[in-house]
């Protein structure tokens, strides 16, 4: 009996430890989090930005009175479709009758007072010939005085007094054309009275006029403001009675673009919205303006653009608020993955290890990093893995760095460390500013600690860095000194470089824009054999940082102009000579001071896209245009993803993405050599949580919980 009691005990014991450690087994199972995968799809990928607009008409008139009074009669209501010259509308006139009929009797008046001044000409007219009448008399008496006094007939007295005679009739004669100028003066300005009396009566009539409203346009009236019997008060601003929609089949939408967007946004894109009253129904539209004005409100500036509607079936309403999307980009067949991804970490995952110089500096900063690649040449920053450590062993051997010269170099890179970082929070257009200000400050603070024969080969390498960032500028892409991948190393996501911009700037958005760095790689291709030679095995490498280097733009740019424009052998021969022709403008851009690189660099480029233009066909032209404004507007960033090892633990692959639709992001190269392909899952979340873990909670206790 004890040994059957004995044997139940030792079953009933093994049993609940077997269950306690099949419990415990499973519950530090679940403590594992469980990671949500999707797939790595390629298809179709559409950019779009959204905003919110009122629909308004195309063309609104307001009209207003000019002339103050009771409104008597309104003709015209709401909805009411009206024609140009149509009576809407009619003031009291009666005030501008009297008006009228006054300014008529002032006219009459001066009319008359012409009469009376014509009247006064003619008698002084009259005047004037009896005293002509009066002196020709007066001068025949005197020539016969004088002859009877040579005879000695008459004395002398009677000629002295006919001669009187006769000089105060000479001035009768002046008096008379004094009275006649006078009465022609009067004359002339009787006349002007009468024109400033019709004036007057033309203004009073034109005021009359104005009482009766008319619509200035063919329209629908979407507005009235007005009663019969309402005062309208004319001062500074004329008053508003109606407001007419000249055609509401052609509206518009003013919707306000933020600034970071706004550089997506051309003429000519094609767009959708939505409104309120319509659920479930999308209307079509273009952008037809970006106005260039800004909105400052609440320190936030935004940019007006106007998108057309058409409403042929008349069911939109001005007013109405319309949700819009505005269509930046469309790309076919491309590799994306979700966005989720890029944002998400799996949890007890670390970081890609930073490389053995970029550790021991603390050199982290990837605009550091960019800015230092421009020293080597691609072959160079393939075999010494790296810019940054590439840069520190040119340094030391060719300038033969002493071991403080090493100590105090690498105390000024740590220094510059912060301050490089800080240049990727700056404004955009402060970065090309800053980071030149920088670079130099670099340069100075390294030239210190050199002695006279170092600074001479220091000289050097800095005119090396700056032909190569200015053979960059001038192509808008990454330069032939860039190492591979430098062109993704900015973690933001920035537009193409412009000329001029800082080589972070520049490099961080190399190949954004094909067909600018088409011709500037043709060139820096050209300059020697081992660049050359380095670009085109840059260029024919598959996958990596390969593919965003300058020949794969030009042969991507080449293939898609073939493609896409369908080019004859002609166009094809002449547009081989184009790209000969400009590599060595694109070339002496680098000799031409700095202040100049960045127009020459446009200029060229401006040249080369309307030479291009030319050897198209009117069809050709307008989807070259398209192209242009497409790659114009293209972003490259870099980010990371996590997908499952061989061994099922998580695994980051570091791409360079391209246009992102809010849900998906494009792929344009991986990076490091990893593959990722249609298909492949990546992790974006965890099961039953959210996508980024939170806090680590508290450790339980080890074993069950009584």
Not at 521 to 545: D, Y
Request: charge should be positive; aromatic fraction near 4%; glycine fraction near 8%.
């Amino acid at each position: 009996m004890k040994l059957r009691s004995l044997i139940s005990l030792l079953l009933i014991a093994a049993v609940l430890a077997g269950g306690a450690w099949w419990w415990f087994n499973k519950r530090a199972a679940g403590d594992q989090p469980q990671l949500r995968t999707a797939k790595v799809e390629r298809g179709t990928l559409t950019a779009t930005v959204a905003a919110s607009g009122t629909l308004a008409a195309t063309v609104q008139v307001q009209v207003s009175s000019q002339v103050s009074g009771q409104i008597r009669e309104v003709l015209a209501d709401f909805n009411a479709e009206v024609k140009k010259g149509q009576v809407i509308a009619r003031i009291d006139p009666e005030t501008f009758e009297y008006r009228v009929r006054q300014a008529q009797a002032d006219v009459d008046a001066a009319k008359a007072q012409v009469g009376v001044q014509q009247a006064t000409l003619a008698s002084r007219r009259a005047d004037l010939s009896r005293a002509t009448i009066n002196l020709e008399e007066a001068k025949r008496d005197l020539d016969r005085k004088n002859e009877l006094v040579e005879r000695n007939f008459i004395s002398p007295a009677e000629r002295d007094k006919a001669r009187s005679v006769y000089r105060a009739l000479e001035q009768d004669v002046v008096t008379a054309n004094a009275q006649i100028d006078l009465a022609q003066a009067l004359l002339r300005n009787a006349g002007s009275t009468v024109q400033q009396r019709e004036a007057l009566l033309s203004s009073a009539r034109v005021d009359l006029g104005r009482t009766v409203i008319r619509a200035p346009v063919n329209g629908v009236v979407i507005k009235r403001s007005i009663e019969p019997g309402q005062t309208v008060a004319v001062s500074l601003a004329a008053p508003e009675l109606f407001l007419i929609a000249q055609n509401l089949r052609d509206m518009q939408v003013e919707v306000s673009i933020d600034e970071a967007e706004v550089s997506r946004l051309r003429v000519g894109q094609k767009t959708t919205f939505t409104v309120d009253a319509f659920p479930g129904r999308t209307f079509s539209g273009l952008v037809v303006q970006v106005r260039k004005a800004a909105l400052n409100v609440q320190n936030v500036i935004t940019y007006t653009a106007v998108v057309s509607a058409d409403n042929e079936s008349l069911v939109l309403l001005p007013g109405m608020t319309a949700n819009v999307r505005v269509i930046t980009d469309v790309r076919e067949k491309v590799l994306k993955v979700p966005n989720a991804a890029l944002r998400f970490k799996p949890p007890g995952v670390t970081e890609p290890a930073k490389s053995a110089s970029a550790a021991g500096t603390g050199l982290a900063s990837t605009t550091l990093q960019a800015a230092l690649d421009l020293v080597l040449t691609p072959a160079q920053a393939q075999g010494q893995g790296g810019g940054i450590q590439a840069y520190r062993e040119r340094l030391e051997r060719e300038l033969a760095l002493t071991d403080a010269q090493k100590a105090s170099v690498e105390a000024i890179f740590l220094s510059m460390r912060e301050r490089y970082a800080g240049v990727r929070d700056a404004p955009q257009e402060e970065r090309a500013a800053l980071g030149e200000k920088l670079r130099n400050d670099m340069r100075r603070r390294v030239n210190e600690v050199l002695d006279p024969a170092q600074r001479k080969t220091f000289a050097s390498i800095n005119a090396e860095v700056d032909a190569r960032r200015a053979a960059m500028q001038a192509g808008g892409g990454t330069s032939s000194g860039a190492a591979p991948g430098a062109a993704a190393a900015s973690s933001t996501n920035a537009p193409a470089a412009t000329p001029g911009a800082s080589a972070s700037s520049a490099v961080a958005s190399a190949g954004a824009s094909a067909a600018a760095a088409s011709a500037p790689a043709a060139a820096v291709a050209a300059k020697s054999p081992s660049t050359s030679s380095s670009s085109a095995s840059s260029a024919s490498a598959g996958g990596g940082a390969g593919q965003g280097g300058p020949g794969a733009q030009l042969r991507a740019f080449r293939e898609r102009l073939e493609r896409d424009l369908a080019l004859t052998d002609s166009q094809r021969t002449q547009l081989d000579g184009i790209f000969t022709g400009m590599r060595e403008r694109f070339l002496a851009v680098r000799e031409a001071p700095e202040s100049e690189r960045a127009k020459l660099s446009e200029a060229n480029r401006a040249e080369m896209r309307a030479r291009i233009n030319d050897i198209l066909d009117d069809s050709q032209k307008e989807k070259y245009a398209e192209i242009l404004v497409e790659l114009s507007g293209r972003t490259v960033s870099r980010g990371r993803v996590f997908v499952p090892g061989p061994d099922g633990k998580p695994v980051a692959v570091e791409l360079r993405l391209g246009l992102s639709d809010g849900s998906t992001t494009e792929v344009i190269a991986i990076l490091n050599g990893a593959s990722l392909a249609e298909g492949d899952l990546v992790y974006v979340g965890i099961v039953g949580g959210a996508s980024t873990p939170g806090p680590a909670s508290p450790p339980r206790p080890a074993g069950p919980r009584l």
